[in-house]
């Protein structure tokens, strides 16, 4: 099972907007409507920010979106801010043999 | 308040078998949706799904290592073991363990990680 395609750096001033692609295939993330985003600072854990494709958790800021079309999900983060920069990776379910493909992961750098 | 945390040896040498402990708190591994998963990181690599118990001990593994891994539970003590045979320097990573929750269908809360080092 190949990872979930993302690009592998984006970035944004303070303030603006940031989107990231997670692209699949109908076999994971086109075939499920179960895609998560996971933020991870270098030497921590992943932090799940959105599951389900648009989905928060309880005490993430509604400033980070998530949508999907076809093979495609992205994640948006909204308003910038310097606390925003890590690394970034979406998840797709894919079956009860493989219960997440990740993505190859975005590194989100605020200028 | 759930929390995850991964023990095991830093290093290890080649053919030998790995084996990793994972202990939680705040849920419990007997009630429906609950489920404990495996997940690796390689330096500088993607995240990697390992295996997965859930709450009526089946289990799951990810097809290229099945015949390597092995994964169980001791609901008593909040623990989840992973094993996983024949060591080899590519298998050099941080493991994590993490609750996997059906409800959601996502990797809800993680544990720190622990880097393994695999030497030849």
């Known amino acids: 099972q190949s990872a979930l395609t993302q690009p592998p750096s984006a970035s944004g001033s303070p303030g603006q907007s940031v989107t990231i692609s997670c692209t699949g295939t109908?076999?994971?993330?086109?075939?499920?409507?179960?895609v998560s985003w996971y933020q991870q600072s270098p030497g921590k854990a992943p932090k799940l920010i959105i599951y389900?494709?648009?989905a928060r958790p309880s005490g993430v800021p509604d400033r980070f979106s998530g949508s999907r079309s076809g093979n495609t999900a992205s994640l948006t983060v909204s308003g910038l801010q310097a606390e925003d920069e890590g690394y970034y990776y979406c998840l797709s379910f894919a079956g009860h043999n493989n219960f997440g493909v990740f993505g190859t992961g975005t590194k989100v750098t605020v200028l | 308040q759930v929390t995850l945390r991964e023990s095991g040896p830093a290093l290890v040498k080649r053919t030998q078998t790995l084996t990793l402990t994972c202990t939680f708190s705040?849920?419990?591994?007997?009630?429906?949706?609950?489920?404990v998963s495996w997940i690796r990181q390689p330096p500088g690599k993607p995240l990697e799904w390992l295996a997965l118990i859930d709450w009526a001990e089946d289990t799951y593994y990810r097809p290229s290592l099945k015949t390597r891994l092995s994964i169980s539970k001791d609901t008593s003590q909040n623990q989840v073991v992973l094993s996983l045979t024949n060591m080899d320097p590519a298998d050099t990573a941080t493991y994590f363990c993490?609750?996997?929750?059906?409800?959601?269908?996502?990797?809800?809360?993680w544990g720190q990680g622990t880097l393994v080092s695999v030497s030849s």
């Open positions: 389900e494709v648009t």
């Open positions: 109908n076999s994971d993330l086109g075939g499920y409507n179960y």
């Open positions: 993490a609750r996997y929750n059906w409800n959601d269908v996502t990797f809800d809360y």
């Open positions: 705040g849920f419990s591994l007997n009630t429906a949706g609950m489920c």
